[in-house]
Nanobody, 122 residues
Framework: QVQLGESGGGLVQPGGSLRLSCAAS??????MGWFRQAPGKEREFVAV????????AYADSVKGRFTISRDDGKNTVYLQMSDLKPEDTAVYYC?????????????????WGQGTQVTVSS
């Protein structure tokens, strides 16, 4: 059974940091991504990483503040978030894809975690 489980969300003040983790079991994915969804908005791409060459890509809104990484030995992907802003508030989802490219399209991802809430507020 394939499962993805996120952890690390919480409440943080503007300018603060959080690290999200996503542990995968039952499968190894060529590409892992992070997405987020704020209330009343569509799910949007945040970051993606390739298993093949550890290539990465980011949404413009988080570039320079967020870093995606992976530990293949633990089959885990991380999202280090710094200089958080209120507009980063959302439920964050990790997802796994079999496609071998840095895809930002949710439809390319076969498996999704249950999500973890990140709230940035003073």
């Amino acid at each position: 059974q394939v499962q993805l489980g996120e952890s690390g969300g919480g409440l943080v003040q503007p300018g603060g940091s959080l690290r999200l983790s996503c542990a995968a079991s039952g499968r190894t994915f060529a590409t892992m991504g992070w997405f987020r969804q704020a209330p009343g908005k569509e799910r949007e791409f945040v970051a993606v990483i390739s298993r093949m060459n550890s290539g990465t890509a980011y949404a413009d809104s988080v570039k320079g503040r967020f870093t995606i990484s992976r530990d293949d030995g633990k089959n885990t992907v991380y999202l280090q978030m710094s200089d958080l802003k209120p507009e980063d508030t959302a439920v964050y989802y990790c997802a796994g894809a079999y496609v071998v490219r840095l895809t930002t399209r949710p439809t390319d991802y076969s498996y999704w975690g249950q999500g973890t809430q990140v709230t940035v507020s003073s």
